[in-house]
């Protein structure tokens, strides 16, 4: 399946599949977000599947968020490898 994302004000929607073939896709939604908004939603209710390079694109924008001191909440249960990867980054801290 396809990565679709879609936006209303602040809030995104990622559905489908993000991976290392359409990873330039969500990078391209997100640059310079924090630019203009200090509050995102991105919901990942819709996420069929993830691989390593999707997980690590959030993972960079949640960074993101962090070094630019704005609010970034990731709703929806979406797929385990992304929970795995925020789980054991918390765990490690």
Do not use: C, P, W
């Not at 004000?9 to 359409?22: M, P, Q």
């Amino acid at each position: 399946m396809n990565l679709e994302i879609t936006q209303a004000n602040n809030f995104f929607k990622v559905k489908g599949s993000l991976d290392r073939h359409n990873i330039h896709l969500f990078r391209k939604q997100f640059r310079n977000v924090f630019e203009k908004a200090n509050t995102i939603t991105v919901s990942i209710e819709n996420l069929t599947s993830i691989d390593r390079y999707g997980v690590s694109a959030i993972a960079q924008l949640h960074n993101e968020a962090l070094v630019k001191n704005k609010r970034l909440s990731i709703i929806g249960l979406g797929q385990g490898n992304l929970y795995n990867h925020f789980k054991s980054e918390e765990t490690a801290a």
